[in-house]
């Protein structure tokens, strides 16, 4: 069973640091894109980044942009968002979510149960 | 940045009736190189994650009912529901997935009627 697992999520004051993790398993993590999908308590989903299946593509939304850094490791499985100078406003559920190929540029077909991010003193 | 709307915000559908929902990106996201739409349809319903029901604006993901459909190029795109079931109630979302920032429209919130 394709599966993607988030790990990392908790509180946080303003201005800190968090590392989300995901771990995937059931299919040949190597060979697709990953992405993070956020989505603030009761609102809409709001996209935050995205990287190759190699790593060599990676895209961020500009509200994330110099604070957020996307990762992947495909020898343990597992894709990564560091989040740095964290902000109310990065409150939320982020979701990790797989592409349909290797490309950045494809939709989202397997999504994880999220983990929770509170930015709050 | 492509900016998606969607509409209705919301509706009310009785069961076993038609829904539609339309989504509008504020450029094409259509790619004339191998002529398809960027544009992804999900389901979410509360307390799960989004769950992809549609891409290429009209290819229907692996195991989804086929009372599910997408259509439309450009900017402007549809989902329907043919025959609404009391499982389809949730809030879905259109995703442009052609250029970053690879947004998400807003979500239109499907009730029973």
């Known amino acids: 069973e394709v599966q993607l697992l988030e790990s990392g999520g908790g509180l946080v004051q303003p201005g800190g640091s968090l590392r989300l993790s995901c771990g995937a398993s059931g299919f040949t993590f190597s060979n697709y894109a990953l992405s993070w999908v956020r989505q603030a308590p009761g609102k809409g989903l709001e996209w935050v980044s995205v990287?190759?299946?190699?790593?060599?593509?990676?895209f961020y939304a500009e509200s994330v942009k110099g604070r957020f850094t996307i990762s992947r490791d495909n020898s343990k499985n597992t894709l990564y968002l560091q989040m740095n100078s964290l902000r109310a406003e990065d409150t939320a559920v982020y979701f990790c979510?797989?592409?349909?190929?290797?490309?950045?540029?494809?939709?989202?077909?397997?999504w994880g149960q999220g983990t929770t991010v509170s930015v709050s003193s | 940045d492509i900016v998606m709307t969607q509409s209705p915000d919301s509706l009310a559908v009785s069961l076993g009736e038609r829904a539609t929902i339309n989504c509008k990106s504020s450029q094409s996201v259509l790619y004339s190189s191998n002529n398809k739409n960027y544009l992804g349809w999900y389901q979410q319903k509360p307390g799960q994650p989004p769950k992809l029901l549609i891409y290429?604006?009209?290819s229907r993901q692996s195991g989804v009912p086929d009372r599910f459909s997408g259509s439309g190029s450009g900017a402007d795109f549809t989902l329907t529901i043919s025959s609404l079931q009391a499982e389809d109630v949730a809030i879905y979302y259109c995703q442009q997935y052609y250029s970053s920032p690879f947004t998400f429209g807003p979500g239109t919130k499907v009730d029973l009627k």
């Open positions: 979510a797989k592409g349909l190929s290797a490309s950045c540029y494809d939709a989202l077909d397997v």
């Open positions: 990287i190759r299946n190699s790593g060599s593509e990676i």
């Open positions: 290429w604006a009209s």
